[in-house]
Nanobody, 121 residues
Framework: QVQLVESGGGLVQAGGSLRLSCAAS????????MGWYRQAPGKQRELVADITRGGTTNIVDSVAGRFTISRDNAKNTVYLQMNSLKPEDTAVYYCTMNVLAPPGRAYVDYWGQGTQVTVSL
């Protein structure tokens, strides 16, 4: 069984910063792509950023220049550094990983439980 545990959310004033972390644990053979999504109240879940195993990143336009995604393959962890936060960044943030678990036949997407990020004026 694979579990993703997120941390780092909270309440911050506009212009502030937060760093989200998501660590995978359990029986893991390999992890491919990792990513962060967010869901604001009344809205659909949307991609924020993702990163390949080799480190190639994709950042959506709405957070480009403010958010950075990175990963530590040795720790099975993905990070989201969020700077210059705006009230419209308020949402529940979810991490996701494409994981190859024993017996190693197929990669499966796993999701974290979500962490709340609230940006006040």
């Amino acid at each position: 069984q694979v579990q993703l545990v997120e941390s780092g959310g909270g309440l911050v004033q506009a212009g502030g910063s937060l760093r989200l972390s998501c660590a995978a644990s359990g029986s893991i053979v390999s992890i491919g792509a990792m990513g962060w999504y967010r869901q604001a109240p009344g809205k659909q879940r949307e991609l924020v950023a993702d990163i390949t195993r080799g480190g190639t990143t994709n950042i959506v336009d709405s957070v480009a220049g403010r958010f950075t995604i990175s990963r530590d393959n040795a720790k099975n962890t993905v990070y989201l550094q969020m700077n210059s936060l705006k009230p419209e960044d308020t949402a529940v943030y979810y991490c996701t990983m494409n994981v190859l678990a024993p017996p190693g036949r197929a990669y499966v997407d796993y999701w974290g439980q979500g962490t709340q990020v609230t940006v006040s004026l």
